[in-house]
């Protein structure tokens, strides 16, 4: 951006939060370039439509898995249409840039704010423009409410912001060359992103084959006698997890808040690939006998047993920490035997063969797959002996660390493209530079 050249002369935008503009630019409040459209449907027939700040605004069909309901609501009728090119705004969330125009005609939600662009003015360019920090920032100035989840930005707040105006030639100048740069900036990030699921995938099978075949790639093989692990090691056995696992157990249902009051409780958001997030803790306070039935200790494993998404049902990570933590109802609790390494084990449980034949044993109930204690007690489990466990944990942890260093170098190359795409169009919207 160094390179890209400035206006020849600048002005005061008399707004402190905008600074100063192009000479040629104005700035006019929102409610001189747009107009509130509250047009209600009749039938509910029409496409619905959703809005995020990630997506702007979407088919809500496009988004939902098959068997999903498309809503809730017992009726559409009433909510407001949309037409193509219109602005829709969540006035809940419009503060982190939850709103975007419309690429087709449509309803949405009554709850959110419709406006028209007026004026012959580029859709595009404001498309960038609203989306901006520096917008949401003043959405958030202007909407009404004390926390976040409770702020809302009125059609009247809205209209009183200011908005940037170039000339309208270059708002369309403005607009392509964005157009143009973001799609090249989300196609390097598109890239990276599918180098990160390469290197998973590449850990994966390494455990995989690490897991049931050991290190030895000469060894002797004899038929598991189960379809889904295949052969391993002549010296290894095959046996249910029940039979290696010394106890199964279903954590609390308590209420948790986020006030640090009581035992911090582990739930679903905190099982992490291996390890524990300890970010987003909630807290419980249980009587003396419910906190220690619920206390985890030190090489516990704890396995996501119920979620509406079935790749996560199975999933395990392996507690570590010293202190006093509880686990919630939505988690399995196991403890390894004397037979298993808990570090090996853990690897074993994440392995995507033992994922998968979790997955296939959950249950499915309202949207929802649940993995019961007889379902995840009855999984196979290849293991070599304890002397092997821990010489392929220890590869194991050596080779993925490598990976895991690749993938780190790859998030932050996304985090840094993303900064600058975010850097760009801020400054190109806001006159800091020429295109």
Same mark, same amino acid.
């Given at each position: 951006?160094? @390179?890209?050249p400035?206006?020849p ?10 600074g ?6 104005k700035? *006019? *409040?929102?409610k001189h ?14 496409e619905?439509l ?11 069909? #496009?988004?939902?898995?098959?068997? #999903? ?10 909510y =407001? !249409? ?13 503060w ?16 959110y704010?419709?406006? *028209?662009?007026?004026?012959?003015? $580029?859709?595009r ?17 202007n ?14 707040d809205?209209?009183r ?7 309208? %030639?270059?708002?369309?100048? /403005? ?5 143009? !740069?973001?799609?090249? /900036?989300?196609q390097? /990030?598109?890239?990276?992103?599918k ?23 000469y060894v ?6 189960? %379809?889904w692990?295949?052969?391993i090691p ?7 997890l ?6 199964f157990?279903?954590?609390t249902s308590?209420?948790?808040n %986020?006030?640090?009051k ?6 679903i958001?905190n ?7 300890f ?10 006998v419910?906190?220690k039935?619920?206390l985890l =200790? !030190?090489?516990?494993i704890? $396995?996501?047993?119920?979620?509406? @998404? ?15 933590y ?12 004397? =037979? ?10 994440n392995?995507?063969?033992? *994922? ?9 109930s309202?949207?929802?797959? @649940?993995l ?8 196979y489990?290849a ?8 010489g392929?944990?220890?590869? $194991?942890?050596t080779?993925?660390?490598?990976i895991?260093?690749?993938?780190s170098?790859?998030?932050?190359? $996304? ?9 760009? /169009? ?7 530079? !020429?295109?």
């Amino acid at each position: 951006m160094n @390179n890209l050249p400035k206006y020849p002369a600048y002005k005061d935008s008399g707004a402190e939060w905008i600074g100063d503009i192009p000479v040629q630019w104005k700035i *006019r *409040r929102i409610k001189h370039l747009f107009r509130e459209i509250n047009e209600r449907t009749n039938s509910g027939d029409e496409e619905l439509l959703s809005v995020s700040q990630y997506t702007g605004v979407t088919k809500k069909s #496009d988004k939902i898995e098959d068997g #999903d309901l498309l809503t809730t609501a017992s009726t559409l009728e009433g909510y =407001k !249409k949309v037409c193509q090119g219109d602005l829709v705004s969540n006035i809940m969330l419009a503060w982190n840039g939850s709103l975007g125009f419309s690429p087709c005609d449509g309803i949405t939600s009554p709850a959110y704010s419709i406006y *028209r662009l007026i004026g012959g003015n $580029i859709e595009r360019y404001f498309h960038y423009l609203l989306r901006t920090e520096t917008y949401k920032a003043e959405f958030k100035r202007n909407s009404s409410g004390v926390i976040d989840s409770r702020l809302r930005l009125y059609t009247d707040d809205f209209f009183r912001i200011y908005s940037i105006l170039p000339p309208l %030639e270059e708002q369309t100048t /403005i607009a392509r060359f964005l157009d143009r !740069k973001t799609a090249l /900036i989300d196609q390097a /990030i598109s890239i990276k992103e599918k180098q990160i699921e390469l290197l998973k995938e590449r850990r994966q099978i390494l455990i995989h084959k690490a897991v049931t075949r050991g290190l030895n790639p000469y060894v002797k093989l004899k038929d598991s006698g189960v %379809e889904w692990i295949g052969e391993i090691p002549e010296d290894w056995g095959v046996k249910k997890l029940k039979y290696i696992a010394g106890s199964f157990m279903y954590g609390t249902s308590v209420d948790c808040n %986020e006030l640090e009051k009581g035992t911090p409780v582990l739930r679903i958001p905190n099982i992490r690939d291996l390890f524990i997030n300890f970010d987003e803790l909630k807290y419980a306070s249980l009587s003396e006998v419910e906190t220690k039935k619920y206390l985890l =200790k !030190k090489n516990d494993i704890l $396995i996501i047993r119920t979620n509406g @998404n079935p790749s996560l049902v199975g999933k395990s990570a392996l507690f570590e920490a010293s202190d006093d933590y509880l686990f919630a109802s939505y988690l399995i609790r196991v403890k390894p035997s004397e =037979k298993i390494e808990s570090d090996f084990l853990i690897h074993a449980m994440n392995s995507f063969s033992v *994922r998968s034949s979790l997955t296939f044993s959950a249950r499915t109930s309202a949207g929802n797959y @649940n993995l019961n204690t007889q379902a995840l007690g009855d999984c196979y489990l290849a293991y070599p002996p304890k002397i092997e466990q821990q010489g392929i944990t220890k590869f $194991i942890e050596t080779k993925s660390s490598k990976i895991s260093t690749a993938i780190s170098l790859k998030e932050k190359e $996304i985090e840094k493209l993303k900064e600058y795409k975010a850097t760009l /169009i801020n400054s190109v919207v806001t006159g800091k530079i !020429k295109v």
